[in-house]
């Protein structure tokens, strides 16, 4: 299932916080990952955020091979409560890889270990990208009437990109292809996840039960981002620098992304602005559709709105449960656990409206 | 002024309490602990707001449109919608249904999400 950015079960673990000694012993391996005569870390700073994993900033200076120079790059650590629905960092690295070579805005992919041995932890390091990640600031941006509706029709090209990554050729083969509907497959993963569930949520299981029932056939399998929506990519100065989050990263039905990205629950309050609370969803859909191979039209995305706010009512019971079963003694896991019925209203309101059109029961 | 409560117990302590937190102890904490203050305000009104409700009675007003009086539960509801048992057409207000309780949920957890969409308890 894809999900939110640190959704799922959890399996907590305890680790001693990295210190700027830790990254000396990058140095080496580095110097070999990058095919360089010699690698120097000479500064690594903690940047702020990160509850579920760190990202430091590093100041390199790589002596010979393609990367010769001076660069900032920034090493972000595997979660330290590692989440069963991700991908771990080395996998999440090869869909940024494969994104990066499709022309994604992405922060260029340098190099990934799982090697415990290094600094205790999986890693990815990846190019230092300027911008503001932060969802409720970009949307409230006084400036955002001005640069948003070319920031939405950006991301629909960029979204474009992503799903031009099809599952030919060995692409990504760790990745499962669907052989069932994509979206009765996320519909399998959900009802999968309420079954150990501590709070039962009949107008969930009535929307999974229409999910089910109105699932579209796909048109096309592509890479799905899983976790694509405002608050997961950068932008600086009105403009998109990186889409960041790739652990929700699958093969699936692009359309997904799109439902997920328009979502009401990721407007962040901006509601009129069906575009991730920046723009109005035809600046999305003209980006998308002037780059993409098979083009969608606004009327297919309802029901991946409702696919989507379902998947965020399926997380946010989870995060609750984290608290509740798992003992993460956490006070906004506990007030996400009780968001389920604010998407689930949000979906039946879909389905009503859908319903009253007579386009589906 | 917030409306008088019939006694002094949980829920009208929880009012004060509430009152207090927001009024005098969030504005004096410094700005890294603002959204932890945030945090805790809101987890106080919901819980002031769950005990001035019986959540029995909510599930009841969904359960008993569904079940013979007294006989469901909101985890039989659940599994009787997967299995499709429970439906439009053996239950043609469902969804109606599930929309009312969702908003007597809504009023409790969150009454601003509730009252901009028009939820009504």
Known sequence: MAAGKDAGGTAATSRAPLEPADFAKLEPWLTQEIGAERVAISNAALLAGGAVQQNWRLSVDVTGGPRGGSHEWVLRTDAAASLDVSLDRTSEFRCIEAAYRAGVKVAEPIAVSSDLALIGRAFAIQALVAGNAQGRRIVRDPALSAFGDALAREIGRELARIHSVRPTNGTLSFLPVPVVNPSRREVATMRKALDGASEPRPALEYILSWLDANAPEPRAITLVHGDFRTGNYMVDNGRLTAVLDWEFCHWGDPREDLGWFIARCWRFGNDDKVAGGIAKLASLLDGYNAEAEIKVAASELLYFEVLAAARWATISLLQGDRFIRGGERSLELALTGLMPPEMEWDALDIIDRLAERGRIT | ?121
Do not use: C, W
């Open chain 2, 1 to 121: 002024m917030s409306q008088p409560h019939k006694k002094l117990g949980a829920e009208a302590l929880l009012d004060l309490v509430a009152e207090a937190f927001k009024s005098e102890i969030a504005p004096a904490l410094p700005a890294d602990k603002r959204y932890l203050a945030a945090m805790i305000g809101n987890a106080i009104e919901i819980s002031r707001r769950e005990l001035a409700v019986e959540d029995e009675a909510l599930a009841f007003r969904l359960l008993d449109y569904v079940y013979d009086d007294g006989d469901g539960t909101l985890p039989q509801l659940a599994r009787d919608i997967r299995s499709g048992a429970v439906n439009d057409a053996t239950h043609p207000e469902l969804r109606a249904r599930l929309r009312a309780h969702l908003a007597d949920e809504l009023n409790v957890r969150n009454p601003r999400f509730a009252a901009g969409r028009g939820a009504k308890a």
